[in-house]
């Protein structure tokens, strides 16, 4: 029988093959280091959790809350664009509440797409960037990730060969997979862009709080004008460690706001409102818990660089983002990167991401999670360096890239 419309769309979870190479693994009594998917070991805060608790129960809690985001969470999102990004927001049509921004970018698809309409799309990327599009009947055309002045030209070319014209352009930065940044320059090219051509930016900014350097990631709606064509996803998986919460926003235009607001109308009543009231307390309270999520993720970043380099294997810092994006070792470079990512599984007991799971483009890398503590980490690269020394000859079901079809 032929598989649903849609579903033939969303081709099997692309982790399927590392993921049943972990489960072996630990069958077999391996301790499997799991560096693979982006999910948060750091705790929620305790004042977000105490809020929370003491809004359980509490009258009127229990029921239906506000799909788009009670008042007061959308009051503190505006809250956070003020004080972070210096852009003012209006709470009542430039902001919606998500259930976790990958529901908001869904859900956005859904509200903009017509069946064909052509997006452009960054490989690699995170895969709601794509699929998000591809479900609501959408067509993608690629476009690189790394915001370099080739990008503009990459996607002037997609623009005038996409028959229709392209409704939008998808960016991510810190990247996921890729850890890339972009300057503010950068975001006012792309705004004059967009506005040349006509075509709505989406911004997913993600890893908005996850930065090692002086250089705090800009927004796209710090660009004078951008709100005409932007809308931007934050998180609070991330920044506030609450990624189970589901907690994310949608902001900018108003236009795209309010068709995002009247899907959200008819699919969700919104979160559960003492999550909701605790998310508010997170984006309102003290920053200090972001800056010591943010020194933990320094730390692990550095202990990675330096173990990692020294079991042989060149780790480029990220600057940015919760990832490491890693060049195979070269002499495992012929085997690409799920293959190399399922080996390292068995032979050293730490999971990764294939590069190839984010798009073609991401092939010859694989994406490293810094989701373990440090001394976990080391442990890690002592894994590492048995396997770059144990050397491909010896690795059993090995095709080269080449050799495959
Ligand atoms: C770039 C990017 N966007 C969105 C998400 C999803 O975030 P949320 O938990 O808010 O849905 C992630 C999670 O890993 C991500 O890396």
């Not at 042989?312 to 810092?317: D, N, R, S, T």
Request: proline share 8%; glycine share 8%; aromatic share 10%.
């Amino acid at each position: 029988m032929e598989e649903f419309y849609r579903i033939r769309r969303l081709p099997p979870y692309v982790f399927e093959q590392v993921n049943r190479a972990k489960a072996a693994a630990r069958n077999a009594g391996a301790d499997i280091i799991d560096l693979g998917m982006g999910n948060p070991d750091l705790p929620t805060p305790p004042h977000v959790i105490k809020k929370l608790k003491e809004t359980l129960g509490k009258p009127k809690t229990d029921r239906y809350s506000a799909s788009r985001g009670i008042t007061g969470l959308r009051k503190a999102q505006a809250g956070y664009y003020a004080r972070r990004f210096g852009v003012k927001l209006n709470p009542d049509t430039q902001i919606v509440a998500t259930l976790g921004s990958k529901e908001g970018f869904a859900n956005v698809a859904q509200a903009i797409t017509a069946p064909g309409d052509v997006v452009l799309c960054p490989n690699p990327s995170y895969p709601i960037h794509a699929f998000g599009f591809l479900m609501a009947g959408g067509v993608i055309r690629s476009v690189p990730s790394a915001p370099t002045p080739d990008f503009f030209a990459a996607c002037e070319r997609a623009i005038i060969h996409s028959i229709p014209k392209p409704i939008a352009l998808i960016v991510c930065y810190p990247s996921n997979p890729t850890a890339q940044i972009a300057s503010l320059d950068f975001y006012k090219d792309l705004v004059a862009f967009a506005k040349k051509h006509e075509i709505f930016i989406l911004s997913d900014l993600a890893y908005s709080e996850v930065y090692f350097d002086d250089n705090p990631p800009p927004s796209v709606l710090q660009v004078p004008g951008a709100i005409d064509v932007t809308v931007e996803f934050t998180s609070m998986s991330k920044t506030f460690s609450m990624a189970g919460w589901r907690i994310g926003f949608a902001v900018g235009n108003e236009r795209i706001i309010a068709a995002l607001a009247r899907v959200k109308s008819y699919l969700d009543y919104g979160a559960f409102t003492p999550v909701q009231v605790a998310a508010t307390a997170a984006l309102n309270g003290s920053d200090a818990c972001i800056r010591e999520m943010r020194e933990t993720y320094r730390k692990r970043r550095d202990t990675l660089v330096e173990s990692f380099g020294r079991a042989g294997w060149v780790i480029p810092p990220p600057q940015a983002s919760m990832f490491a994006w890693a060049p195979l070792p070269e002499k495992f470079r012929d085997l690409g990167s799920m293959q190399f990512a399922t080996l390292m599984v068995e032979k050293s007991g730490v999971v990764v991401s294939p590069g190839v799971a984010f798009g073609e483009h991401g092939e010859g890398y694989v994406r490293i999670a810094m989701v373990e503590n440090e001394q976990r980490i080391r442990q890690a690269a002592r894994g590492v360096r048995h396997f770059l020394e144990s050397g491909i000859e010896t690795l059993h079901n090995v095709v080269p890239l080449a050799n495959r079809r």
